[in-house]
């Protein structure tokens, strides 16, 4: 690989406006540039946001939605401009590497209940999605989707 200067960034913003309401929202920021031209290797941009409202002892709610924007230069040849072939195992062609793009969304949501101690019931939704152009949120494709549930019980033997 080409000699690289890397740049990272970590933002993070806490508000409790409530006791109930506990949010937080992380902006992180990565980049990678060549030494030889400043050009871009990779870069990724990386906002978070993290909500949690307990609405009583009992039951919690919680919200993660993060949103990745990543952008990867094809590969070169370290000690020159000339381009990285990848050589098909099948047929023997030769391709070039090339530049790629990559926005994906994911929305996890969670809902707890804790009736007494021991006993504990969660429920969670889980979608990924990706975007056809960074933060347009206009042409979103869903990838995946996940649910569970899950129910623990304490029983004690007398």
Same mark, same amino acid.
């Given at each position: 690989?080409? +000699?690289?200067?890397?740049?990272?960034? $970590?933002?993070?913003? *806490?508000?409790? %406006?409530?006791?109930?309401?506990?949010?937080?929202?992380?902006? /992180?920021? +990565?980049?990678?540039?060549? /030494? &030889? *031209?400043?050009?871009?290797?990779?870069?990724? $941009?990386?906002?978070?946001?993290?909500? @949690?409202?307990?609405?009583?002892?009992?039951?919690?709610?919680?919200?993660?939605? +993060?949103? @990745?924007?990543?952008?990867?230069?094809?590969?070169? *040849?370290?000690?020159? @401009?000339?381009?990285? /072939?990848?050589?098909?195992?099948?047929?023997?062609?030769?391709? &070039?590497?090339? &530049?790629?793009?990559? $926005?994906?969304?994911?929305?996890? !949501? #969670?809902?707890?209940?804790?009736?007494?101690?021991?006993?504990? #019931?969660?429920?969670?939704?889980?979608?990924? #999605?990706?975007?056809?152009?960074?933060?347009?949120?206009?042409?979103?494709? &869903?990838?995946? *989707?996940?649910?569970?549930?899950?129910?623990? !019980? #304490?029983?004690?033997? %007398?």
């Amino acid at each position: 690989t080409a +000699q690289a200067k890397r740049r990272d960034v $970590n933002v993070t913003i *806490d508000l409790r %406006p409530t006791p109930q309401l506990r949010t937080s929202l992380v902006m /992180l920021h +990565q980049e990678f540039r060549r /030494l &030889r *031209d400043n050009t871009t290797i990779l870069r990724t $941009n990386i906002p978070r946001l993290r909500m @949690e409202y307990q609405l009583s002892r009992a039951i919690f709610f919680r919200f993660i939605g +993060q949103y @990745e924007s990543r952008l990867r230069d094809a590969y070169r *040849d370290p000690d020159g @401009e000339h381009p990285i /072939l990848f050589r098909d195992e099948d047929d023997g062609t030769f391709t &070039r590497s090339e &530049r790629s793009r990559t $926005n994906g969304l994911r929305a996890d !949501w #969670l809902f707890s209940y804790f009736p007494s101690p021991g006993k504990v #019931l969660y429920l969670g939704y889980g979608a990924s #999605l990706t975007d056809a152009q960074a933060f347009r949120f206009q042409e979103l494709d &869903r990838t995946s *989707d996940g649910f569970f549930v899950k129910l623990s !019980w #304490l029983y004690r033997v %007398p």
